[in-house]
């Protein structure tokens, strides 16, 4: 089983040392009388059928099975890690493989005897990647699908394309990708899909893929200038919120079909059972001033509201047809009156307060909100040369994200419409279960590999948090964490940054450290010697 | 020379498309017709001596050599470039090094014949690295000084230690660090030190290494409890403007001794002229609860300012005994009476316009202000569970590092006194001349060598274009050479972000970018091909 192989490797090489005045020194003692736990016991209570992670983890949001529970006797016996599906079986081990710090050759912890019954709070615990701003090699979407993994988000939202580049080669419509990739190095091909699929699924992640339509889609235009309206039109500004400009002719039945085509095509490449067609930001001058969507909608006699919703309802139809639950951004349900499953999951990004909404017209909710949740936010405006900052400042600290409510403004009776949201959360952490969802998001109109990891990781762990543990955790107990995740990603290759000078990790000078309170409060057992790394039992 | 051979390795491996519409496809024609540029030569016309290029980067600040003329004729004879100095060569192949561009094998510019006669705006053009908040190894130093060199930058200002860590091994102090760095492996040895300093010299810039003082100096009382008042006091806001508190008992002789011989020893270690003793943010409150100052004042019936004078007369003696030049923090100028020596540089960093009252008061000016050159800024507060942003919100975007301007403020007869900035200057534009300075500056509470090149490059190219050409550059035409700098510290091994989706970088698809005229305006003149990758002659 590979997942219990990656955490006997963890294990093996994280060597961090406690994040305290001295490091592990003052714990010596401790670990001369400690207890050895030689060995993990993997039990899986299943009914009828075994599914593997990835199964697991593409069920229908909240019908997946997370919850485990771990025990780690103070007496030395054996340590039982328990669950219902391998889904629980690999969040267990991720909360296992973070128990242990080092000293002098010692892997050890300090809170034996350890007992404990975690399930997520909300099933979707989401992170979404632009890949169409900037593009992003294969290694590093693996790389951050491991870091996800570590801090047990459930959901990649993978924003593939938009209108600056169509890096994504579907299967009957390459012509997008190679005419409209940045280059043709730049493209995930169908069987680079596969593989960060099959990579995502074995680390209990699902991935939920985008194609935004009918806005952000100028790039279409490269090869099917026929389909797009406003392609290029200046300034740019008139008819789009970023450049170029250029949306689907929704009026079109031609173009109605094509996208309907192409969402089904896409909707095979992905084992999901959802799947986003976008939505946002919708530029009606666009429409106003395209000649033939004017023709179009004189033809049918249709209002453009009227044509979106016959657009709507047939690429969702399309996508319905592959078993796919549709996704969209709050503005199809906010300031459109198109027809919508109930099923529909809404992904409220404009405002965090937006949620109530949403919630009203009783759709299922995704927090993904800018004014909690994008990373990108606070790194200065990118177009061109402009001295403002950026549309959504200020940068979104690891501290507000942590304090974001998913209920907040919403009645006792709307509470199960929220699946979570695309900030990471990371349950590193082991407390707590009531169901929920969110997501932390990057745009990527400046990021790239280059700064993948920097902008993301540690802060996005915090959300991770929320939408595990649930809201209202204590920032102060929660810092020490960040820290230790932090350590661990750096350590397995993922470059996190130091969200404070090192001193403060719990004053590892002589001088006491501001943080050592919150670290020295942590220590609740006693310690135990972990001897287990190569031999943990399997017992399935 | 290895000047020659990092820029002959330059030229061979960036391998940069041009950033237009088709990349390169456009030039093809023009590059079949292309006369071909077989050689360069290097001229250096010296009067008496000639200096290495460290030795010449580290003479006094203002009277280093760093013009050049460069002439590539349209004909496909040997490309001339002359200076007066080895540094000024150097300053020459780094322009020359990035006039190319490729395509489909070729190396080539467009700009035949090129004609420039090229020397510094302002001979401080620096960056500002804190090593004491978060650690960084030498090989980060050594990438970030090659960065700064493509862009020109004259100057590393070496904030090696602070109140949370010690990791400079002084020869004679070597307790400092031994019980003041974060671990034995985060130290700079004497001999890291040499290869730093060996490292930087060779590429044209200056080390100013900076011992703080009196604050910022806790970490100090780790090895020699007995000079620092304050230490681990609580609540540290009290007593420090960021944590730990403890300042250097500034009134006690044996104290004042104690910071000048290790001042000495720190001065011995470095080549260059100046050395910054620092002397921001002092503590008044810090002082008047130390039982040991308050006696110290009484027996020598000193007020705090008078002893502060004593004790920075008797600093800066010890450097100048070493021939270095002092320099300090804006409030030994402007908040404290000291004598200070009117050669003292004056790092103006609390608010841009406080140049003028340290203009007023005679004193050099390095710019370093916060609200334009704090890299660090916009990034959120790091205290621990502050839900705030950083002090110096917002994100200083390289927009606004491009205004700055030098002289705002200042009269006329002030000019001569501004010397630099720590804003980093780019200047693969090779314009103007008129001599001034500035720095870009890294705090790192919150940075690592995780995001050291993402936080710092491009961005920090904007400042050292505004210090080498001088201000008032326009920003649509100052963005492409980002682009152009920031593929090429990709390709050299600095992993510099996108400041825009690649669509931008004159639009790589078939969609006319916003950025293309910009771009397409800058084709000046012929295409010239270059195949003197290997055999630039050198005529020393």
Chains 1, 2 share one sequence.
């Not at 949001?61 to 328990?82: C, F, K, M, N, Q």
């Not at 027809?339 to 009783?362: F, M, Q, Y």
């Not at 403002?388 to 994200?401: H, I, L, V």
Request: charged share 15%; with cysteine.
């Amino acid at each position: 089983m590979s997942a219990v192989s990656r955490t006997t490797s963890h294990i093996r090489n994280d060597k961090l040392e406690r994040l305290v005045v001295g490091r592990g020194s003052s714990d010596s003692s401790k670990i001369q009388h400690a207890m050895v736990l030689e060995s993990l016991e993997l039990s899986l209570s299943h009914g009828s059928n075994v599914r593997s992670i990835a199964e697991e983890a593409s069920q229908a949001i909240g019908t997946r099975s997370e919850g485990y529970t771990l025990l780690v006797p103070a007496d030395g016996s054996s340590a039982l890690l328990s669950a219902n599906s391998t889904l629980g079986l690999l969040r267990g081990l991720t909360t296992f493989e973070q128990l242990w710090y080092e000293w002098s050759g010692d892997t050890y912890t300090l809170e034996a005897p350890i007992s404990i019954a975690d399930s997520p709070a909300y099933p979707y615990r989401g992170f979404m990647l632009d890949t169409a701003r900037n593009f992003f090699p294969v290694a590093d979407i693996k790389r951050t699908l491991d870091a996800m993994s570590w801090v047990k988000m459930s959901e990649l939202h993978w924003h593939v394309v938009d209108s600056q580049s169509f890096p994504l080669e579907v299967p009957g419509f390459t012509e997008l990708a190679s005419k409209g990739a940045y280059s043709s190095s730049m493209v995930y091909t169908a069987s680079d899909v596969q593989d960060i699929v099959a990579y995502a699924g074995a680390r209990g992640i699902d991935v939920m893929v985008e194609i935004d339509t009918p806005g952000h889609t100028a790039i279409i235009s490269a090869s099917h200038p026929e389909y797009v309206a406003c392609a290029q039109a200046s300034p740019w500004a008139d008819f789009a919120n970023e450049p170029p400009a250029g949306q689907l002719r929704l009026a079109s039945s031609a173009t109605t079909n094509f996208t309907a085509s192409l969402l089904g095509a896409v909707a095979k490449m992905f084992p999901s059972r959802v799947m986003s067609t976008g939505g946002d930001e919708l530029n009606t001058n666009c429409y106003m001033q395209d000649a033939e969507t004017q023709a179009e909608l004189n033809a049918t006699g249709r209002t453009l509201e009227q044509a979106l919703d016959v657009f709507t309802r047939t690429t969702h139809a399309a996508i319905e047809q592959e078993g796919k639950t549709p996704a969209v951004w709050e503005e199809m349900v906010l300031d459109h009156n198109v027809t919508l499953s109930n099923e529909t999951l809404v992904l409220v990004w404009i405002s965090s307060a937006n949620a109530a909404a949403v919630a009203a017209k009783n759709f299922r909710i995704v927090h993904s909100p800018s004014d909690y949740f994008y990373l990108d936010c606070g790194a200065g405006e990118w177009i061109g040369d402009d001295v403002a900052n950026s549309w959504c400042d200020p940068f979104k600290t690891w501290q507000k994200s942590y304090t974001f409510d998913p209920l907040a403004n919403l009645t006792e009776d709307q509470t199960h419409l929220v699946l979570g949201g695309t900030f990471i959360h990371a349950s590193y952490s082991c407390t707590s279960a009531h169901p929920l969802s969110g997501q932390q998001l990057l745009w990527t109109e400046q990021s790239s590999p280059a700064n993948l990891d920097s902008i993301v990781w540690p802060r996005a762990a915090s959300s991770a948090e929320v939408f595990w543990s649930g809201p209202g955790g204590n920032l102060s107990t929660a810092l020490p964490r960040l820290h230790d995740i932090a350590f661990r990603m750096r350590q397995r290759g993922v470059n996190a940054i130091p969200l404070q000078p090192l001193w403060c990790h719990c004053g590892l000078g002589s001088v006491i450290s501001i943080r050592r309170a919150a670290c020295e409060s942590e220590i609740l057992g006693h310690a135990m010697l972990l001897f287990c790394l190569l031999s943990c039992s399997v017992l399935l």
